[in-house]
């Protein structure tokens, strides 16, 4: 318990100062915040204030901005979502954001049905009266990555750029089957939170929403699946039954798992420039990659023993 505190105050100490010229914005206490989870970004709970802050790098700032204006209005309309309170707070290298806390039931996890159902009631939402962005190279990300100094081997870079390069092609020349609509892009069971009162669900993690393909959002859990075996046969079975339509049955089906693939590499790649295991964890991912292995397992981050 004593090791767990030292790590929770490790992970909060640079952050004191941000945290509190946030909570003096906001007129929340911040002294009992508690970090519950880190990996793409660190998540802090403000017990007394009922509120959680997710803390993430400065570049993410047109992303989280559209996330809270995104989700504010899917509230009004009555989506189940998290709910942003107030705008972005930007500190430093920081981007600080304001949600409210969920009483949350952990121990009964989503399943298939239940995110096929509320991505079909996602895409059935209108697009909102304002302007989000166009998900045009849902590549930018990684090849900005790739260009960027980092922990990754000069060879598995060039390689990289130019399989990005392909790809990019290839998803111009894909074929939607259905019109461009109102996508979360991050749309999985673990980004989808029961509610101890009621059983309701809500969908969080918002900073992938645009404009674009349907098909983005169905296809991340195929990845899941294949690349985490934490799906099998019976819950994408369930997932298309409540969707209403099988992503499977486009023609550019594996294409579009292995633009998920590469999408996915982009944090890993950028926390190998200081992270031994983000290193390895790319260097094998691309190994898997250019051996074309399509059932090798991938490796998620290691939960601190806080979270």
Not at 142 to 169: F, H, M, Y
Request: proline share 6%.
């Amino acid at each position: 318990m004593a090791d767990n505190n030292k790590q929770r105050f490790s992970v909060l100490a640079p952050l004191r100062p941000a945290l509190a010229a946030f909570g003096e914005r906001l007129g929340v206490n911040v002294n009992d915040a508690n970090p519950v989870h880190l990996q793409s970004n660190l998540v802090v709970e403000l017990p007394s204030a009922r509120l959680v802050v997710r803390v993430a790098g400065a570049r993410s700032l047109a992303a989280v901005s559209s996330s809270m204006e995104v989700t504010g209005w899917l509230s009004s309309r009555g989506f189940p979502c998290v709910e942003p309170v107030g705008i972005p707070f930007r500190w430093e290298d920081n981007v600080l954001s304001a949600w409210r806390l969920l009483d949350l039931d952990k121990d009964r996890p989503p399943s298939g049905s239940e995110l096929g159902q509320i991505l079909r009631q996602l895409h059935n939402q209108a697009l909102p009266p304002f302007e989000l962005r166009r998900l045009t190279d849902p590549l930018s990300d990684v090849a900005a990555a790739v260009n960027s100094p980092t922990g990754t081997a000069e060879a598995d870079r060039r390689w990289l750029s130019d399989r990005i390069g392909q790809l990019r092609k290839v998803w111009v020349d894909l074929v939607s089957a259905q019109e461009p609509g109102l996508i979360h892009g991050d749309a999985h069971p673990g980004n989808l939170f029961r509610l101890r009162r009621g059983g309701g669900l809500v969908l969080g993690d918002w900073d992938g929403v645009s404009v674009g393909p349907r098909e983005w959002d169905l296809i991340q859990i195929h990845y899941f699946a294949r690349r985490f075996k934490r799906y099998d046969e019976s819950d994408l079975k369930q997932f298309t039954q409540a969707y209403g339509w099988d992503v499977r049955d486009l023609e550019g089906f594996d294409y579009l798992v292995l633009l998920r693939e590469f999408y996915s590499l982009s944090s890993y790649i950028r926390r190998a420039a200081t992270e031994q295991w983000a290193r390895d964890e790319v260097a094998y991912r691309v190994r898997t990659l250019r051996e074309e292995d399509a059932t090798a397992a991938w490796y998620s981050p290691q939960r601190q023993p806080w979270q």
